[in-house]
Nanobody, 126 residues
Framework: QARLAESWGGSVQAGGSLRLSCVAT????????MAWFRQAPGKEREGVVS???????MFADSVKGRFTISKDSARNAVYLQMDNLEPDDTAMYYC????????????????????WGQGTQVTVSS
């Protein structure tokens, strides 16, 4: 059974950095599209970045130039590096995986992802 587990969230001041980790178990995640989403209190869950098997990336406009995503096949992990954080980045961050293998498909639409982690909280103070 596919499982995703996020970690390394925390609290930082504006301008600081955090690196989130998502470890996948139970399946070969490298052949699926992975993504990070976030949800702030009272707001809809929104896509942050999507990365398919071919390594191409799709970022939300709000994080372009500040966030990067990488994979570690040895650890079955996906990392979200967040730099120059802003108070508006405060949210619960979720790791997600598609349910269909694809080399190129990317999406920031919540409904198109099948597997989800439990989330990790990121708080940015001004």
């Amino acid at each position: 059974q596919a499982r995703l587990a996020e970690s390394w969230g925390g609290s930082v001041q504006a301008g600081g950095s955090l690196r989130l980790s998502c470890v996948a178990t139970g399946y070969m995640y490298l052949t699926y599209t992975m993504a990070w989403f976030r949800q702030a209190p009272g707001k809809e869950r929104e896509g942050v970045v999507s990365i398919p098997a071919d390594g191409t990336k799709m970022f939300a406009d709000s994080v372009k130039g500040r966030f990067t995503i990488s994979k570690d096949s040895a650890r079955n992990a996906v990392y979200l590096q967040m730099d120059n954080l802003e108070p508006d980045d405060t949210a619960m961050y979720y790791c997600a995986s598609s349910g269909v293998r694809s080399d190129w498909w990317r999406s920031l639409t919540r409904s198109e992802y099948e597997y989800w982690g439990q989330g990790t909280q990121v708080t940015v103070s001004s």
